[in-house]
């Protein structure tokens, strides 16, 4: 996907949050942030003043700038010329239409750097809006730790690059929730087990990713034909009939139906369109429904994450895992 499509597909992802949901996020990843050892050891931190379409930083920068040094970037020109936020600071609005430090230009050093992006990748791989005016600042201080910030939804498998990007050494998002699951099931003496369609036992991988994480999932049954969904899961195939196989009912019937075969506390499931073909007028590409089952019963919840197939298969798994966290909290 070239630099100008994933912009394309990041914007109308963006259009699927409402402004609670970003801020909810924002909240998450920046707690994760300020848990963070480079963080937590850093005295000089650079961050920056939020578009709508980044990470929310305002009462960060504000809890922060009293016990730290915070940097914020300006534009000026084709450059990043970076001033200090102090209480007394003034603020005026930027070329971009942000928020930005009226003080003289800093001069000191940095201890981390903090970036948003319109995209990152696993490798620390990192796109803005295609000016390079973070990639031409941070060229200068490449001995500093650098983090990249951002949504679930700006997380992708591959970000295109080009000789000049510079590479981030972490990026922070909650694309590893699955962490947390396997955290809270621990602390509780809890085990979960997944039904697979279209994530094709990508729930199952994340979590076998974590050492240890034997002492909470259980397993998992890929029933990716329909079929199976019958003979492994015992969803009837008058349901199925009735419903569709892309249904409240059927992704009900998964979830209830892995939880009591792998006698699991929890179980979650998944079915929908992955793409590119396959879709319909009643269920377009991207739709996918998504339940946990409990022992009170189950929740499920329908999604459309786009066309483009492995960025529907990331975010299924993804909002499964925050759907199966939030029954873990709440119980």
Request: aromatic share 8%.
């Amino acid at each position: 996907m070239e630099k100008k499509e994933l912009r394309a597909l990041i914007k109308s992802l963006k259009k699927q949050h409402t402004k609670e949901q970003l801020l909810e996020q924002s909240e998450q990843i920046l707690a994760k942030l300020e848990q963070h050892p480079a963080f937590i050891a850093a005295q000089r931190v650079m961050l920056y003043s939020a578009l709508p379409d980044e990470v929310q930083t305002q009462a960060f920068l504000e809890k922060w700038h009293l016990s730290k040094t915070i940097i914020l970037p300006t534009v000026v020109g084709d450059d990043i010329i970076p001033v200090e936020y102090g209480k007394d600071t003034a603020f005026a609005v930027g070329d971009f239409n942000i928020l930005e430090p009226q003080n003289e230009p800093y001069t000191g050093g940095f201890d981390l750097i903090v970036v948003p992006g319109v995209a990152f990748d696993r490798q620390g791989n990192r796109i803005g809006r295609g000016r390079g005016y973070y990639d031409r600042f941070l060229c200068q201080h490449l001995e500093v730790k650098r983090i990249g910030i951002c949504f679930d939804f700006q997380l992708v498998e591959e970000v295109p690059t080009e000789p000049l990007d510079i590479k981030m050494d972490e990026v922070i998002s909650l694309f590893d929730v699955e962490q947390e699951v396997f955290e809270l099931l621990r602390q509780r003496h809890q085990t979960f087990a997944s039904a697979e369609s279209c994530t094709g036992g990508n729930i199952a991988h994340r979590i076998t990713l974590i050492p240890g994480s034997s002492e909470v999932f259980r397993g998992a049954a890929v029933t990716y034909a329909t079929p199976t969904k019958t003979k492994v899961l015992g969803v009837p195939a008058e349901t199925i009939e009735q419903f569709t196989v892309v249904s409240r009912q059927v992704v009900e019937g998964m979830a209830k139906g892995v939880r009591d075969l792998m006698e699991s506390d929890y179980g979650v499931a998944t079915t929908g369109v992955a793409g590119p073909g396959g879709g319909s007028e009643q269920t377009p590409v991207g739709t996918v429904w998504i339940g946990v089952a409990t022992k009170e019963g189950v929740v499920s919840e329908c999604f459309n994450f786009g066309t483009d197939r492995s960025t529907v298969i990331r975010r299924a798994t993804q909002e499964a895992y925050r759907m199966l966290r939030q029954q873990i909290i709440q119980k």
